[in-house]
């Protein structure tokens, strides 16, 4: 791929990397690729951040046609490494493929990520815990008002250094079973990293924050009973020896760290069973103790521990509020490999040139 | 509400009224307002139609934050008229609530949309069947990559002189009941008109063309066998002497055209019934006659017949292919009275003075 550059006239200054946040600072530079129906993919450039002129009727406004991957870059004293960039790549494509999008191949994306971030290297922190956060997105760019597949796209990839997702750190959070609205349904568009299901979610977060709690645990919306997936996270529950997390069967995202999870715990021996985990079930095993520890799996908080489950009235602690000794491990192991630190005998780490 | 106007230096050739199509032309202004929670709506201007500065972080890019509006000015010789815009300004207060968005009132709404389209008259086209389309949305504009509600939007409206929706004009359209995709469930964003909905139709809206149907018919997401709407309309079944349509649980779209024709009907004295109506059923009385008439009602086609309904290979013809007696009867009643050729006991239109 040819990249066209446009440097930065001025570069910003960088932010306190001892309180980043998440998502509030952007970099210098931003990539950014047309697509027409005619040209296919075209037209990549490497430019400073900035506004997008957008025609008032383009149909991402409208139809909300746009998807979005996120991962992050690691500092490991010269090194930067990002971490399975090829399986945001085939998500960013099952997302599109069921949006009627143009697809961005694994190896358009990935080199685009490579090129962005090798480019905006001095952005990737160094304090503790914190990362350069990648996004790719794509959306429709044809301006009209008819509801049909569009015939042009943007993909652009924008960066910012984070700090933990979470205010809490590597504590255990509060989570409110949600039993009114509904995330996703078989048939729609769960497992797609689209607009429309974040659109959707923000109703129930609100609910949650209002209540106290950090976010919601989704019921499928069928039999509005097997649990799902926590707002910006998959979700793993350790029921005595056996780890549980939900099927991917449409509904929910196929998490990168979801995936990342499930492979190290195997290694290690665990049971894990990607099955029907009954929301009533769950709340009697917080009860009695059979539930050990659960936690949330993502790529923004990594691995987060749930220390309380709230559902219909019913409040169950677990692990004393405490993180759980294997979920402990488990983001020692992963952050390790993350960061450099650890062995990665997976092969999952990428040195960016 | 005070508006600023800057007017295009140069006017655009207005386009061929005989070949208007839909949605493709825009006119010469749009009108735009901005949000923010500290200052509310503000910044109320008319402005030459043409691309917004986005910033690449704009939530509505990421999450989907955006909900749209389409309503219709009519010409009637030197008189314009719109059709209930406060049933639109209602629905998009609904819509922006499901999607946690800044409201906008009644009263802006219709006033901003009276506003735009007097400033626009010579636009309102004056063959028969074309109008000009008034599409009023809002999106988050807010700059971050973090879940939560936007603290900034825009309200625009653009205006497009349009023809038929469907290039058949006021003919019987192939319906495919869908099977695979799901629009809506329950505790979903089924009832509000927002973006994510529209991107999760375009699949199953691809495939049924692919097989030589114009439009889908949607199942209910829990039970894959009510019938809920067609992909841009409601939809109305006369079956023996009672005319059905899917009643507004929360996944069915809240239609300006089907609350019209409810009401129209009632006064003919008809039987008109909300209730679920089993595809299988639904299937069997097209096959024994028992369906006399089957039609979509929506702003875009106001009443489009249905000839043909294909449910998992079983293809029934409706009425012979023809549009029924009671569609024509309805269709020249509703455009009768938008067009202000007919009486309006209803009140229903108003004139952009």
Partial sequence: MDIKITRAKQLKNKPDESNLGFGHYFTDHMFVMDYTVEQGWHNAQIVPYGPIPMDPASMVLHYAQETFEGLKAYRNHDQILIFRPEMNAKRMIASNERLCMAEVSEELFVEAVEAIVDYEKDWVPSAEGTSLYIRPFCFATEAGVGVHPARAYKFIIILSPVGAYYPEGVNPVKIFVEDEYVRAVVGGTGFAKCGGNYAASIAAQVKAEK???????????????????????????????????????????????????????????????????????????????????????????????????????NVQIINDFKTGELTCKLYDELTGIQWGTKADPYGWVKTVK
Same sequence: chains 1, 2.
């Fill in 211 to 313: 209540m106290g709690y950090t976010q919601v645990l989704w019921l499928d919306g069928v039999h509005r009973k097997y649990v799902e997936e926590v707002g910006t996270m998959n979700a793993m529950f350790v029921i005595d020896d056996e780890i549980v997390t939900a099927p991917l069967e449409g509904s929910v995202l196929p998490g990168v760290t979801r995936d990342s999870c499930i492979q190290i715990l195997k290694d290690w021996g665990y049971t894990i069973s990607e099955r029907h985990l009954d929301i009533d079930d769950l709340m009697e095993y917080a009860k009695n103790g059979r539930l050990k520890e659960a936690f949330g799996t993502g790529t923004a908080a990594v691995i987060s521990p749930i220390g309380e489950l709230s559902y219909k009235g």
